[in-house]
């Protein structure tokens, strides 16, 4: 029922930023809460931030906050997150996913994307 495709991954310097994208298909978009996570070599997949359908609500993981802003333009069905001052540790494979009501566990999304990869250099 909805599909969802991250791109915008790549590999970037310690310090620098990326915008991931998440395109949505379907027409009740707006009626999802957004959550993106990630997933690094050797680790479990973690939550880094997600964000309500209509009225903004967000919540960050600790180690994104004020680096990782989470926002989405329900005209256009796609949910972006923007990474800033990105460290080696922010390295991963990136997911995004939809689910009923904003939360942060990965056990409560309904679907998922296929992921996008980004790598952090020192």
């Known amino acids: 029922q909805v599909q969802l495709v991250e791109s915008g991954g790549g590999l970037v310097q310690a310090g620098g930023s990326l915008r991931l994208s998440c395109a949505s298909s379907?027409?009740?978009?707006?009626?999802?809460?957004m959550g993106w996570f990630r997933q690094a070599p050797g680790k479990e997949r973690a939550f880094v931030a997600a964000?309500?359908?209509?009225?903004?609500?967000?919540s960050y993981a600790d180690s994104v906050k004020g680096r990782f802003t989470i926002s989405r333009d329900n005209a256009k069905n796609t949910v972006y997150l923007q990474m800033n001052s990105l460290k080696p540790e922010d390295t991963a494979v990136y997911y995004c996913?939809?689910?009923?009501?904003?939360?942060?566990?990965?056990?409560?999304?309904?679907?998922w994307g296929q992921g996008t990869t980004v790598t952090v250099s020192s």
């Open positions: 996913a939809a689910t009923g009501l904003l939360r942060t566990s990965a056990s409560r999304y309904d679907y």
């Open positions: 379907g027409r009740s978009f707006s009626n999802y809460a």
């Open positions: 964000i309500s359908g209509r009225s903004n609500r967000t």
